[in-house]
């Protein structure tokens, strides 16, 4: 069956402190895509990366770098020198191939807030 | 580009009346999803369409819940009748291709049921 489990449910951290934010995930499938959003208090989730189940290569963009680990089926999310614009729900989640059709599904999120 | 377009943002209603919510997706984008936000929760898909197309309709309460997409672009969710459960965050999305692209949302409507 197809599942993401975000255990962390709330993370705080001081500024400039580095953070890991945890995604497993479970499927069935060989070809599935994974993805973070983030969710500002303003409500809108906004996409922040998208990784191929067949691309295992880790990617860094400015301060946030994903590990995806496939032994582990993990998709790990860290900010580095965390900010307080980074506060925010950030969600992972997995899409993949289903009787013809695909299923896209989110994790239960993880806050994450930043104190100056 | 502009983005997906929710309204209405909030809106309060009381328990077995009926409501509305509409979406105007990212022009080109053909699928187009309806969510479910509850507090502290990830969001939950109610219907899915590929243009005009509900091809993904199985968590939909269809006993309450109904969506259509007229001309495969705007799109609208029905309650009727609402009640207390209901209580939560309408989210739409689109996306250019099925499956394995980025979804773009809307800024949501909050609906409360009293």
């Known amino acids: 069956a197809q599942k993401v489990t975000q255990a962390q449910t709330e993370i705080s951290v001081v500024e400039k402190e580095d953070v890991t934010l945890d995604c497993v995930y479970e499927?069935?499938?060989?070809?599935?895509?994974l993805f973070w959003y983030k969710q500002p208090p303003s409500g809108e989730l906004v996409f922040l990366i998208r990784?191929?189940?067949?691309?295992?290569q880790n990617e860094i963009s400015g301060r946030y770098s994903w590990n995806f680990q496939k032994s582990t089926s993990s998709f790990n999310f860290t900010i580095t020198a965390s900010q307080v614009v980074d506060s925010a729900v950030y969600f992972c989640?997995?899409?993949?191939?289903?009787?013809?059709?695909?299923?896209?599904?989110f994790g239960t999120g993880t806050r994450l807030k930043v104190l100056a | 580009e502009a983005g997906v377009v929710q309204s209405p943002r909030y809106k309060i209603i009381e328990k077995k009346q009926p409501v509305a919510f509409w979406c105007n997706p990212i022009?080109?984008?053909?699928?187009l999803y309806w969510y479910r936000q509850n507090l502290g929760q990830g969001p939950e898909l109610l219907i899915r369409?590929?243009?005009?197309?509900?091809?993904?309709d199985s968590q939909l309460p269809k006993d309450r819940f109904s969506a259509e997409r007229l001309k495969g672009v705007d799109s609208t969710l029905k309650i009727q009748p609402a009640e207390l459960g209901d209580s939560a965050v309408y989210l739409c999305?689109?996306?250019?291709?099925?499956?394995?692209?980025?979804?773009?949302f809307g800024n949501g409507t909050r609906l409360t049921v009293t």
């Open positions: 999305a689109s996306s250019l291709y099925r499956g394995n692209s980025p979804l773009h």
């Open positions: 989640a997995l899409s993949e191939i289903q009787a013809r059709t695909y299923k896209y599904i």
């Open positions: 369409y590929e243009n005009e197309e509900a091809v993904d």
């Open positions: 499927t069935r499938d060989t070809t599935y895509y």
């Open positions: 022009s080109g984008h053909n699928t």
């Open positions: 990784r191929n189940s067949f691309d295992e």
